[in-house]
């Protein structure tokens, strides 16, 4: 294993054709990567050759996402989104992804926000993952209507209380929003099933259009990115960081340009901060690194 083997960049970080974004992963020296469910329906020689694509690429799944306004829903909406959460499961078999994640719900038909209820309803959804063998990593959003940050859907986790559902946590939302690094102590680090990476261009949270997100050390969370990856290695979490950004810049370069800054990113993260205890890494030589 190389050092950055832990990271997976996100195809949505990516412009261009799903085999060209596979390609710059692969070209950058990523084994990993995450993959959106629209890239794999919207593949114009259909489903089938998106799978194709993401097989013959010899990337690892680490994920697909996302699965969105699960919980909290009733009646025929309630058996909709059943519905497509197994069609969702499905296609995580079929491209080899052992995860599947599930975004808090934002829609404003979610009317109850009782925490026993949507507890009962990330069981439901992790019991018709077990079949397939898929784990179920749900997530916080900065939109979610009930829930909206990782200390409430870590509790929400807790109280579902099922071996293969656990948490999905967004650093740069976590951090933007300004909450307590100190809680990600309440955390089994075995039930931290992903981390998302990103960060921002200026300090409001980085979520929903609020922030332009950048690639880790290229923004103004670089520090407490680095001490919150820190925290997590010593905390016990041995799992997949996924890179992520979402801005225009991005989706006007190249993938290969791109995957090439994930890259960077992904090395100050493996090498200057995991694998090194103090001080926190000199972020002026990232940045220069950045420019280039």
Same mark, same amino acid.
């Given at each position: $294993?190389?050092?950055?083997?832990?990271? /997976?960049?996100?195809?949505?970080? #990516?412009?261009? =054709?799903?085999?060209?974004?596979?390609?710059? #992963? %692969?070209? &950058?020296?990523?084994?990993?990567?995450?993959?959106?469910?629209?890239? @794999? $329906?919207?593949?114009?020689? /259909?489903?089938?050759?998106?799978?194709a694509?993401?097989?013959?690429?010899?990337?690892?799944?680490?994920?697909?996402?996302?699965?969105?306004?699960?919980?909290?829903?009733?009646?025929?909406?309630?058996?909709?989104?059943?519905?497509?959460?197994?069609?969702?499961l499905?296609?995580?078999r &079929?491209?080899?992804?052992?995860?599947?994640?599930?975004?808090?719900?934002?829609?404003?038909?979610?009317? /109850?926000?009782?925490?026993?209820?949507l507890?009962?309803?990330?069981?439901?959804? &992790? $019991?018709?993952?077990? =079949?397939?063998?898929?784990?179920?990593?749900?997530?916080?959003?900065?939109?979610? %209507?009930?829930?909206?940050?990782?200390?409430?859907?870590?509790?929400?986790?807790?109280?579902?209380? *099922?071996?293969?559902?656990?948490?999905?946590?967004?650093?740069?939302?976590?951090?933007?929003? /300004?909450?307590?690094?100190?809680?990600? +102590?309440?955390?089994?680090?075995?039930?931290?099933?992903?981390?998302?990476?990103?960060?921002?261009?200026?300090?409001?949270?980085?979520?929903?259009?609020?922030?332009?997100?950048?690639?880790?050390? +290229?923004?103004?969370?670089?520090?407490?990115?680095a001490?919150?990856?820190?925290?997590?290695?010593? $905390?016990?979490? %041995?799992?997949?960081? &996924?890179?992520?950004? *979402?801005?225009? +810049?991005?989706?006007? @370069?190249?993938?290969?340009?791109?995957?090439?800054?994930?890259?960077?990113?992904?090395?100050? #993260?493996?090498? +200057?901060?995991?694998? %090194?205890?103090?001080?926190?890494?000199?972020?002026?030589?990232?940045?220069?690194?950045a420019?280039?």
């Amino acid at each position: $294993m190389t050092p950055i083997d832990d990271f /997976g960049l996100d195809t949505a970080s #990516l412009a261009g =054709p799903l085999e060209a974004r596979l390609r710059a #992963l %692969r070209e &950058a020296g990523f084994s990993r990567v995450v993959l959106q469910a629209r890239d @794999l $329906m919207s593949h114009p020689g /259909g489903f089938e050759a998106a799978v194709a694509a993401v097989k013959a690429s010899g990337l690892q799944v680490a994920a697909l996402q996302a699965l969105r306004d699960f919980e909290g829903l009733q009646g025929p909406r309630h058996d909709y989104k059943v519905e497509v959460a197994k069609a969702m499961l499905e296609t995580c078999r &079929a491209v080899g992804s052992p995860l599947l994640v599930a975004t808090s719900a934002c829609a404003a038909a979610q009317p /109850g926000g009782d925490p026993e209820a949507l507890a009962r309803d990330l069981r439901k959804l &992790a $019991m018709l993952a077990v =079949p397939p063998g898929i784990r179920i990593a749900y997530q916080a959003v900065a939109a979610g %209507r009930h829930v909206n940050d990782f200390n409430i859907a870590w509790e929400l986790v807790s109280r579902a209380d *099922c071996p293969n559902l656990g948490l999905a946590l967004d650093a740069c939302h976590a951090l933007g929003a /300004g909450t307590s690094l100190e809680l990600l +102590e309440d955390i089994d680090p075995e039930k931290l099933f992903l981390v998302r990476l990103a960060d921002a261009l200026s300090d409001a949270p980085c979520a929903d259009g609020a922030a332009v997100n950048v690639f880790p050390g +290229e923004g103004v969370l670089a520090a407490p990115l680095a001490a919150l990856t820190l925290r997590l290695d010593r $905390m016990g979490y %041995r799992g997949s960081y &996924a890179l992520s950004v *979402c801005n225009d +810049e991005s989706q006007q @370069l190249p993938p290969a340009t791109v995957a090439r800054r994930a890259r960077r990113a992904a090395e100050w #993260l493996s090498e +200057e901060v995991l694998r %090194r205890s103090a001080p926190l890494p000199n972020l002026m030589k990232l940045r220069g690194a950045a420019g280039g």
